[in-house]
């Protein structure tokens, strides 16, 4: 399938490694000419050069925070000074602090919320008037299974990540006349690098194995796996093409079957 995205100009957000490089190379495969950042400028230009080795795609590597207000306008200003305006967005972070209600201090909010959801909100405004403007765009942002169906332990993931859901539904129906559409895409258990970091600390801490942990959170989806990086990416892509126009305002969870609930 022709995704219609050939020389259309993404940026990607926190994309030096895992689910945003994953998204990052599959949109380049489309033949989308891409923006990446990284809080490392060393890594970023890595993962620009690494994409562009495998699919011949225009990658720009760009150093920037998103949690940082100057910096997250310097990445989209070099993007749109050297290919013009911004076709698509995709918006991805890490994780906040794990812990319960009584273990996390309101400071511990505050990061959360600009880690999550003023990051987007961010490139969102700097992005999305062009794309209006020019009656054509798509933002999708990466969140999390935790916005559907709530992980223990992950108070402020749960909580920032189902916001986010809430923010795109409500812009998404603001823009919609505009042929623009906005999306969420919730990645269930995925096999990154950080997750095998997460596997190995984890499993310390419970005296098991690196194998042991992934076993024990594969078996929770029907699928009986994890994701692979490139699964999400390429569900990134899809809502991101020509072909997905009439699709917009949802959560799409990419899980395996992990979440429970009927919508």
């Known amino acids: 399938m022709d995704l219609g995205i050939n020389n259309r100009v993404a940026l990607v957000a926190a994309a030096s490694q895992g689910l945003g490089y994953a998204c990052a190379l599959e949109l380049a495969r489309e033949g989308a000419r891409i923006f990446l950042c990284s809080r490392d400028e060393a890594r970023a230009t890595d993962a620009a050069r690494k994409i562009h080795e495998e699919t011949g795609a225009t990658v720009a590597g760009i150093a920037a925070d998103i949690t940082n207000e100057r910096d997250v306008q310097r990445f989209v200003s070099l993007a749109q000074d050297q290919a013009g305006a911004v076709d698509i967005l995709v918006t991805n972070c890490g994780g906040p602090t794990s812990g319960t209600f009584s273990q996390l201090d309101l400071a511990e909010y505050q990061k959360a919320f600009e880690l999550i959801g003023m990051s987007a909100i961010r490139l969102a405004k700097l992005t999305l008037p062009s794309m209006r403007e020019r009656k054509w765009g798509r933002i999708i942002n990466i969140t ?120």
Do not use: C
Not at 235 to 245: C, D, G, H, Q
């Open 144 to 263: 999390s299974i935790s916005a559907k169906q709530p992980i223990d332990g992950g108070l402020l993931s749960n909580t920032m990540r189902a916001g986010l859901s809430a923010w795109a539904k409500t812009v998404s129906n603001e823009v919609a006349a505009d042929n623009v559409t906005v999306n969420t895409v919730a990645p269930g258990y995925t096999l990154t690098e950080k997750q095998h970091e997460h596997a190995v600390a984890r499993g310390r801490a419970l005296g098991k194995s690196e194998d042991e942990m992934i076993k024990g959170w594969a078996v929770q989806a029907p699928i009986n796996r994890l994701a692979a990086p490139g699964e999400i990416g390429s569900a990134v892509a899809f809502l991101a093409s020509e072909r997905a126009s009439y699709i917009t305002g949802i959560t799409l969870q990419v899980d395996g079957g992990w979440t429970k609930g009927l919508l």
